[in-house]
């Protein structure tokens, strides 16, 4: 018999607007926008959570997908009111951030952990604690501190967009995994999908700004 995942809550991060739809950092609303096409969702705006908010059914899984509607480094907030109210705890929420300590066509699935300078994930870590579940969506790294901001908040070339985008379909591809089998097995499928190698950065990335 499998081990059913837990996941309750799926919870994509990036900023709200037109302008930033297309950006690195909104990596993560790319894919819950998937996971509610794929699964016949449809996104309402959620005014009491500010957030917009999707139900969804995955290998007989009943799950809401959320999509932050406040700026990235307030994304804890809507979060913690959605759990409060739908008594979800924070280890039954995953959480899809893009990262840039991944290379762009790179996916991974972990649980608790730091905030590695992610303003979404700091946000997130101080209304829920460390314990959520992440699904860490690779945009790499400009190879400079100082044009990090610029470079989360612009589109990526048009070759990182085709690497990104296949990350995102290959991860939607792992949730029902997910739900269905639990985390090991999907974390299996997922990690071994023959990309490259976690690169070993210290001292963390730099703060992100929205």
Known sequence: MTERSLIRMIVGLGNPGPEYAQTRHNAGFWL?????ARHGGAFRTERKFSAELAAVRIEGADVLLLKPQTFMNRSGGPVQAAS????IPAEQILVVHDELDLPPGD???KQGGGHGGH??????ISHLGPWFWRLRVGIGHPGNRAEVIDYVL???????????????ADAADVIPVLLGSGEQPAMHKLHSRGTQPEPDRKGGGPDLAE
Do not use: C, F, T
């Open 154 to 168: 612009n589109r990526p070339s048009r070759e990182d967009d085709v690497l990104i985008r296949s990350a995102v």
């Open 119 to 124: 303003n979404g994930l700091r946000s997130m």
């Open 84 to 87: 409060a109210y739908l008594r």
């Open 107 to 109: 996916a991974r699935l």
């Open 32 to 36: 819950v926008d998937v996971l509610a």
